[in-house]
């Protein structure tokens, strides 16, 4: 696919998702607000720097996007902070949203991978702010490693390197995608060590066809995350449960409650649902190993990341639906991916009306939930006003949303000649 081609086909899918996510965000381009870090963290953090404060580790990790887009919001000024902060985060997650489709569109019908990112549920938390940018983000990296190589991608080769490479660098995510990675691969070569001929023989091959550039960009900033994440490790709850116990806390309990709004089963009917669908993906014969191995590989990435709210002290909160939602935004996505591939592969449906099945579940979820799928308005706190203030030295109070955040800024005395 030449870069023209390319463009033909992308970016109407991006310029839809912009504006998609651009309406569900709210006030977020109309009024523009901060949200949470994005002032506490970022904004500060970049105030009084001339250069990107991008290796500042928080939270245990790098955010180097963020931060960049905070260094970037300086060369417009205080006042405009918020809109810059705002547009460019919805237009990351548009890009994210529509190269994710683009590379899964021969495995996902593209209007279904689209209607999944538009239409599922969500915390209005992860929509237009940079802190949150991430939970989009990750797509692109997962999408980046588990398809097969594109032998023309579009653009420059160093440009999407490079772009991948800070995107691994913003989240802990390229861990998540490298660990998968690494277990396709001791896969593979267990497959062609034992002549299982998995998928078809796609397990055998699937290493192969990793794009080794594609690779390297991200795994180098894994390893880069995994050496920050060791020297600025949050700290442990300290307690720690059994494997048995957290899988069947994830799947019966957490999951059906942030894919669905509900936990309508019993678990060991929760358990029955997963094994139908993962029998679907490993058996299926009606949809070629290669495409059912990646959906496999996007739900495994997708499940490992439920783990983090689990390791909470308290996880009560969790139970109830949009409260951490943001760790379970990847597995509701992929879920739909899933079930629409192991219905095909099992020849139930025929691929068009697999789709229009599950495009009619995602919109059954999504009226009964019609709070969630768009953000609500954040309060006013008069940005403009105190950007003002913020010119004079002194101590300066920034509240931002949700309620209850805040943070002091110091407006260091101006030097008298």
Excluded at 181 to 186: E, F, H, P, Q, S
Aim: net charge neutral; glycine share 6%; charged share 15%.
């Amino acid at each position: 696919m030449n870069l023209i081609e390319h463009r033909t086909r992308v970016f109407p899918a991006f310029l839809l998702a912009f504006l998609v996510l651009a309406f569900k965000s709210n006030d977020a381009l109309t009024l523009p607000q901060f949200f949470a870090e994005d002032v506490s963290i970022f904004f500060k953090g970049q105030l009084g720097h001339s250069l990107p404060q991008l290796w500042v580790p928080y939270a245990g990790y790098l955010h180097v996007m963020p931060r960049l887009i905070a260094w970037i919001g300086t060369w417009f000024g205080i006042a405009k902070a918020p809109l810059v902060y705002n547009l460019a985060a919805t237009l990351l997650d548009a890009a994210a949203v529509a190269y994710t489709c683009h590379r899964l569109r021969s495995v996902v019908p593209f209007p279904l991978a689209m209607l999944t990112f538009m239409a599922v549920p969500v915390s209005g938390e992860i929509l237009g702010t940079i802190t949150n940018a991430q939970w989009f983000l990750q797509f692109a990296l997962a999408a980046a490693c588990f398809t097969e190589a594109e032998n023309s991608p579009g653009w420059p080769l160093w440009v999407r390197d490079l772009a991948l490479f800070l995107l691994a660098v913003t989240g802990p995510f390229s861990i998540f995608v490298m660990l998968v990675v690494g277990g396709l691969a001791a896969a593979s070569w267990l497959d062609r060590r034992l002549r299982m001929g998995l998928f078809e023989g796609y397990l055998a091959t699937f290493s192969r066809r990793f794009e080794p550039r594609v690779i390297a960009s991200i795994g180098a900033g894994a390893v880069i995350q995994v050496m920050v994440l060791l020297t600025h490790a949050p700290e442990s709850s300290g307690e720690h449960q059994s494997m048995f116990h957290l899988l069947r806390i994830a799947f019966t309990e957490l999951a059906p409650i942030h894919v669905f709004g509900a936990d309508f089963l019993t678990g060991n009917g929760w358990l029955v649902v997963y094994a139908l669908l993962f029998w679907g993906l490993i058996a299926g014969k009606h949809v070629d190993g290669g495409k059912r191995l990646v959906v496999l590989a996007m739900l495994v990435f997708a499940s490992a990341e439920m783990f983090a709210p689990i390791s909470m002290r308290d996880v009560t909160p969790v139970y109830q639906f949009m409260l951490a939602d943001r760790y379970f935004y990847v597995f509701k996505v992929v879920f739909w991916w899933a079930v629409f591939t192991a219905v095909v592969a099992k020849g139930s449906l025929s691929r068009h009306e697999a789709a229009l099945t599950v495009a009619t579940f995602i919109g059954l979820v999504a009226v009964t939930n019609p709070d969630h799928l768009r953000r609500r308005p954040f309060v006013d706190y008069h940005w403009k006003q105190t950007a003002r203030e913020l010119q004079e030295p002194g101590p300066h109070t920034v509240y931002s949303n949700p309620p209850g955040w805040g943070v002091v800024i110091e407006t260091p005395a101006r030097e008298t000649p």
